[in-house]
């Protein structure tokens, strides 16, 4: 069997001292001590595809897992928000029904 795990990385343009120097000040910033005067906040956003399944998938045996067949119907979109202060241990998470910058910007008022 084949191990099909990926690593997403920002891979940097070739000689590119403009890249380095902002990856640096960001890496810099990250590395600073607590300070709750000056928080440092992280926000992250997981678009997802929302499936209803087509046929009735089949109950897990002791023998079998449950099984699903690849078949789904498409039953929309939702957005899940993370705001984060990792610092201190904050977070806040948000779903939305939908993934449009008014919902972005309604987060982002309301942080």
């Given at each position: 069997?084949t191990n099909?795990?990926?690593q997403?990385?920002?891979?940097?343009p070739?000689?590119?001292a403009?890249?380095?120097?902002?990856?640096?000040?960001?890496?810099?910033?990250y590395?600073?001590?607590?300070?709750?005067?000056?928080?440092?906040?992280?926000?992250?956003?997981?678009?997802?595809?929302l499936?209803?399944?087509?046929?009735q998938?089949?109950?897990?045996?002791a023998?079998?897992?449950?099984?699903v067949?690849?078949?789904?119907e498409?039953?929309?979109?939702?957005s899940?928000?993370?705001?984060?202060?990792?610092?201190?241990g904050?977070r806040q998470?948000?779903?939305?029904?939908?993934?449009?910058?008014?919902?972005?910007?309604?987060?982002?008022?309301?942080?």
């Amino acid at each position: 069997m084949t191990n099909r795990k990926l690593q997403y990385w920002v891979i940097p343009p070739e000689a590119d001292a403009e890249f380095v120097a902002n990856m640096e000040e960001v890496l810099e910033t990250y590395a600073k001590p607590y300070d709750p005067a000056c928080p440092v906040l992280c926000m992250d956003e997981q678009p997802m595809q929302l499936v209803k399944e087509t046929r009735q998938p089949i109950a897990a045996t002791a023998k079998r897992p449950r099984r699903v067949d690849y078949e789904y119907e498409r039953a929309g979109t939702a957005s899940i928000l993370m705001f984060c202060e990792p610092l201190s241990g904050w977070r806040q998470v948000s779903l939305r029904a939908r993934r449009t910058e008014g919902d972005w910007a309604q987060e982002v008022e309301e942080l």
